[in-house]
């Protein structure tokens, strides 16, 4: 959402291009899924957002699988707009058998469609004994659960150099309006306060997401999210217009409105973490940490900290998430395989291989988190875990895709309008009310 757009990233930028990677078979334990080696011969073809580093670390616990079961595993990357490219391919008779589903509104499309089988029992059994029931909750259509939340993201995370703010001589900061100030002060000592992605339009739902939570509130935020709240209300409006503070301040963002609208999310996070620096701090999720530890050879707690999104006008401080959810397809050559991968996915043993491997988090409270590889992404899978039921999904992942997970439209589209032009929150207002109502109708 990674995120992808979860984010991701839940859903990062993600090649478009069919990536394939197979992996390796050996000796192993005996499978989860029943019998040492009882899926020799076989392949399990999985899709999904992830690229570069993320897609190397998932192929890490795809090997796992194959070690233990004797399968082969493909990954094939999707990019961003995972509906469309598995659409194609059913209608294509090439179904992958997994699908990692970065959006909730994405994977509730798919099942009303009738591409995806209902998970097994057996992880159903994990999901319940393992998870907070707000997972179970978002993986569910209509009391059936179809995804199973492997990879989860913190995506109330304000990452900074801590070199630039002690440089300013700034304190991370508890309240939106102090973070601002802060960054003001940051600017003044000579880098651009913020660095923004405002090539990506999921980084900017996320900003807004985070505001709106803390601003209006969980119950307004859940109605927002169920469209039973137009986003023409009161609420809706003021938030822009607290976004809105950063977006017209060129003191803050590095390279102003233009700067940002060019920035895509690896670059907002090189803009900080990268050789040449040109900010203070970057707002995104946990994941922000894998792209400065493996791109740019940050020591995470060092050289990259984070402090938790701020509370705005004394609303409690935010914590949104976003997930990739695996759910099997029904037209899949090897669905019953894929089933077998994820009664693999649902146990601490693979989420531990991912973990040790860095740039994850777990939803699963029966990982240890002795498996994080540091003290920073211990604290963020703490907070996770610990916020239990009170974690909110991302809300562009639970809309319709055409509203809340497509590149150049709907909600994405229109806060990068926004960004380049936020004098008048009241229009962006109507004109996503205008798109949401669409979208929720077809």
């Known amino acids: 959402m990674m995120r992808r757009r979860t984010t991701l990233l839940t859903s990062c930028t993600a090649l478009a291009l069919a990536l394939g990677a197979t992996a390796c078979s050996g ?19 999985v899709a999904g957002v992830w690229s570069g580093s993320e897609q190397k670390n998932f192929q890490k616990v795809l090997d796992a699988f194959g070690e233990k079961t004797g399968a082969t595993t493909q990954f094939v990357s999707t990019g961003d707009n995972v509906s469309t490219v598995v659409g194609s391919k059913i209608e ?18 798919f099942a009303k469609q009738g591409w995806l089988k209902p998970l097994s029992k057996a992880t159903e059994q994990s999901v319940d004994a393992g998870y907070a029931p707000v997972w179970k909750k978002y993986g569910s259509v209509d009391g059936a659960l179809y995804g199973l939340y492997f990879k989860a993201a913190h995506k109330s995370t304000v990452w900074y150099s801590p070199d630039a ?39 900017l739902t996320d900003w807004f997401e ?121 037209d899949g050559k090897n669905a019953k395989a894929g089933m077998q991968l994820l009664e693999y996915l649902a146990t601490p043993e693979a989420a531990a291989v991912w973990a040790k491997a860095g740039g994850f988090l777990s939803p699963n409270k029966k990982l240890d988190l002795a ?39 709907g909600e994405w589209k229109l806060l990068q309008d926004f ?24």
């Open 419 to 442: 960004l380049r032009d936020p004098s008048d929150p009241k229009g962006t207002a109507a004109q996503l009310e205008a798109a949401a109502a669409k979208a929720y109708k077809g």
């Open 210 to 330: 985070n505001i709106y939570l803390s601003q209006a509130g969980p119950e307004k935020y859940d109605a927002l999210a169920a469209h039973k709240l137009k986003w023409t209300d009161a609420s809706v409006v003021k938030a822009l217009g607290t976004l809105g503070k950063l977006f017209k301040d060129k003191q803050l963002m590095a390279g102003g409105q233009k700067g940002a609208l060019n920035t895509d999310f690896p670059g907002s996070v090189e803009k900080v973490f990268g050789p040449k620096p040109e900010a203070g701090m970057v707002y995104e999720g946990d994941f922000v940490a894998g792209v400065a530890k493996d791109q740019f050879g940050k020591a995470i707690g060092q050289d990259a900290n984070f402090f938790p999104f701020p509370a705005v006008d004394g609303g409690k401080a935010p914590v949104v998430s976003g997930g990739d959810a695996a759910v099997v397809l029904k």
């Open 92 to 109: 294509g008779g090439n179904a992958p058998d997994v699908v990692m589903v970065p959006q909730v509104g994405v994977l509730q499309q």
């Open 27 to 45: 000796g192993g334990p005996v499978s989860a899924a029943g019998g040492d080696k009882a899926l020799s011969g076989q392949t399990v073809t």
């Open 165 to 203: 703010l002690d440089q300013a001589g700034v304190k991370p900061p508890t309240t939106y309006d102090a973070m601002l100030k802060a960054g003001r002060t940051v600017s003044d000592s000579g880098l651009a306060a913020f660095s923004v992605a405002g090539q990506d339009g999921w980084t």
């Open 371 to 409: 498996s994080y590889g540091d003290d920073v992404t211990r604290a963020t899978a703490k907070s996770l875990v610990g916020a239990g039921d009170s974690v909110r999904f991302d809300m562009s992942d639970q809309a319709p895709a055409a509203f809340g997970g497509t590149k150049g439209a």
